[in-house]
T-cell receptor, first 115, second 110 residues
């Protein structure tokens, strides 16, 4: 199983809603990532988890709250978002962080629209 | 400061080789060069990576300049399924993170 599964595929939410994005992998990977991708732009790193601990936060606003309940699961909790937060949110995993030889496995993404 | 520079778009004919260039003039000695591609409505997928030497795999070849300030992804025979955005990425060893370039959109003509 070399898949990273993201749910939901599409999400529409209002600025006062609370919602969550979910990511799951069963490859035994110990590093998991959240990326944000705006239309026609490259993915931008948001968070990195290594061994279930947050290791990198790219100065992301607190309205985005990541959580790694176990080594297979990664959540992104969303609250009080702005319309400019509308984007494709990509989850990725790799065997470990701090390895330039490692391959990132990406999910298909969750497309978020904030009204 | 752009860490990698790629052309915005390129076009190729089907079954012909494609050479996708990338400049990374500020690369440090421990930074790896990766290439990923993203098909429409999908997440990026790994293509190839290298450090100093040229690399080959079933998907492509990676040619790295001797001074490592540039590299070229080579698709030996382009197919219509190779139409995608190709990202040249640096793994920044000192920061433990992958830095995506702006990408080259490859169009393959039948």
């Amino acid at each position: 199983d070399t898949e990273v599964t993201q749910t939901p595929k599409h999400l529409v939410m209002g600025m006062t809603n609370k919602k969550s994005l979910k990511c799951e992998q069963h490859m035994g990977h110990r590093a998991m990532y959240w990326y944000k991708q705006k239309a026609k732009k490259p993915p931008e790193l948001m968070f990195v988890y290594s061994y279930e601990k947050l290791s990198i936060n790219e100065s992301v606003p607190s309205r985005f709250s990541p959580e790694c309940p176990n080594s297979s699961l990664l959540n992104l909790h969303l609250h009080a978002l702005q319309p400019e937060d509308s984007a494709l949110y990509l989850c990725a995993s790799s065997q470990a962080v701090a390895s330039g030889t490692g391959e990132l496995f990406f999910g298909e993404g969750s497309r978020l629209t904030v009204l | 400061d752009a860490k990698t520079t790629q052309p915005n778009s390129m076009e190729s004919n089907e079954e012909e080789p494609v050479h996708l260039p990338c400049n990374h003039s500020t690369i440090s000695g421990t930074d790896y060069i990766h290439w990923y591609r993203q098909l429409p409505s999908q997440g990026p997928e790994y293509v190839i990576h290298g450090l100093t030497s040229n690399v080959n795999n079933r998907m492509a070849s990676l040619a790295i300049a001797e001074d490592r300030k540039s590299s070229t992804l080579i698709l030996h025979r382009a197919t219509l399924r190779d139409a995608a955005v190709y990202y040249c990425i640096l793994y920044l060893y000192n920061f433990n993170k992958f830095y995506f370039g702006s990408g080259t959109k490859l169009n393959v003509k039948p």
